[in-house]
């Protein structure tokens, strides 16, 4: 009797979990999962999807207020160098790419083509150009390129430290704006990042 | 009848009654009516919110308090809506903050586009009621 009892109790508390589940529109093993890409993402103390969202966003924020960029209208930008000094691989390309796509969203800033994308733009330019291919009065002429007005640099840097059974990370992301034409910094920012982990099980 | 087999009649009516609890919606121009937290936190709450146009962008700032006597961590991320209410710039990475005992926090945010004119402050903390706030 009471085992009979129990069986149902049993039965409507499952119904009551499972009432409301619709079948996902998924195929799956049951061992992959799609997860929240802006979540905060602590799994080791390396450098960290979150380090990177966090960075790009303090930093193009950051820029957009700049006296320098808010004063010519829709100036032209370009990208130099992150350079990596941590004791880690960082794509910093991935970070100032992130920076630039915040930034041109704004609507507020241009884009010239950087050092590293020069090539593929030189190729189009002489492919429109040379070889017959295209009508001259459609292809784009050579000579027009514009030249930017400002330039964004930076490096990124660590200091890691190991007491026992603690390791902790310090990043420090810099930045700054620089005018081409006169060769001032015109706006320069940081961002730090303590990651601390502990190995320890007590 | 034996304490146990209340148990599972607890259960069941604490399935029924857990989404049963609504209170009313924030004054339009309050704190509350700008943050969204998911569950009630139980130590942190945001004491003061403001935003003002700085370059063409909408900047806010937030205090948040810590009321215990124990670090606490926040999570939070701000969306931006534009005069149409539509969301702008995509969503944003949730950042994490620490909030030292009895501390007042304060965070600044810049909208990503001209074209935002509200936000929302999206708050979560892992030390919270389990409740709508």
């Keep these: 009797m009471y085992k009979s009892n129990n069986v149902i109790k049993a039965t409507a508390i499952a119904l009551l979990l499972s009432g409301c589940a619709t079948q996902s529109p998924t195929l799956s093993s049951g061992n992959v999962e799609y997860g929240d890409s802006k979540t905060v993402e602590t799994l080791t103390n390396e450098f960290g999807s979150t380090d990177l969202q966090t960075i790009a966003e303090s930093m193009a924020s950051s820029l957009l207020q700049s006296p320098a960029l808010f004063a010519k209208k829709r100036p032209l930008v370009t990208v130099a160098e992150v350079k990596n000094r941590t004791s880690e691989y960082i794509d910093t390309k991935s970070i100032t790419d992130s920076i630039r796509s915040k930034i041109v969203k704004s609507g507020m800033v241009r884009f010239a083509v950087d050092t590293s994308a020069m090539q593929t733009q030189v190729d189009e330019l002489t492919r429109q150009n040379q070889g017959g291919l295209y009508d001259k009065s459609k292809s784009k002429k050579m000579g027009k390129m514009a030249g930017a007005d400002f330039r964004i640099e930076g490096t990124i840097t660590s200091i890691v430290k190991r007491a026992g059974d603690v390791k902790d990370v310090y990043y420090k992301f810099s930045l700054q704006l620089v005018d081409i034409e006169s060769g001032t910094m015109e706006w320069a920012d940081e961002k730090e990042i303590r990651k601390t982990s502990n190995k320890s099980m007590f | ?133």
Aim: charged share 15%; hydrophobic share 40%; glycine share 4%.
């Design chain 2, 1 to 133: 009848m034996p304490p146990f087999k209340l148990i599972p009649l607890a259960i069941a009516l604490s399935l029924l009654t857990a989404c049963a609890s609504h209170k009313p919606p924030p004054r339009p121009g309050s704190v509350n009516a700008k943050v969204e937290q998911l569950s009630e936190m139980s130590y942190l709450q945001v004491t003061d919110l403001r935003a003002v146009k700085r370059n063409h962008l909408l900047t806010v700032q937030a205090e948040i308090n810590n009321t215990d006597s124990d670090n606490q961590q926040l999570y939070y991320r701000f969306k931006w809506l534009d005069a149409s209410g539509f969301t702008v710039g995509g969503e944003e990475a949730w950042k994490p903050v620490l909030v030292y005992a009895y501390q007042k926090q304060t965070v600044t945010a810049v909208a990503p586009s001209p074209l935002v004119t509200d936000f929302r402050m999206v708050v979560q903390s892992p030390d919270n009621t389990g409740q709508l706030p």
